[in-house]
Nanobody, 113 residues
Framework: QLVESGGGSVQTGGSLRLSCRASAIRFNLYDMAWYRQSPGKQRELVAGISSRTSTVYADSVKGRFTISRDNVKNMVYLKMDNLKPEDTAVYYC?????????WGQGTQVTVSS
């Protein structure tokens, strides 16, 4: 089970940190990811972090978003800085990174200009 939190409404240039709690016994072995979906658009990969903490980012968020994990707390985080209106979406925690088979319920992020 994946449970996201931390969404909300911010103005352009603001920051948010999303959190995802995973109820997995061997969480440290799993690659994790954040996806997002805006109205009328396909769900897209935002960032991923492997079990060995290598990371991957969408070009649109490189330099602004940071994914991290805490294997003791079974948590994955997405720190989002310098947010833009085009970042507005529902953000989902998922695993594995590509073709995820497990999804959270999503958390809304709204960025106003």
């Amino acid at each position: 089970q994946l449970v996201e939190s931390g969404g909300g409404s911010v103005q352009t240039g603001g920051s948010l940190r999303l959190s995802c709690r995973a109820s997995a016994i061997r969480f440290n072995l799993y690659d994790m990811a954040w996806y997002r979906q805006s109205p009328g658009k396909q769900r897209e990969l935002v960032a991923g972090i492997s079990s060995r903490t290598s990371t991957v980012y969408a070009d649109s968020v490189k330099g602004r978003f940071t994914i991290s994990r805490d294997n003791v707390k079974n948590m994955v985080y997405l720190k989002m800085d310098n947010l833009k209106p085009e970042d507005t979406a529902v953000y989902y925690c998922a695993r594995p990174i590509y073709n995820p088979t497990y999804w959270g319920q999503g958390t809304q992020v709204t960025v106003s200009s």
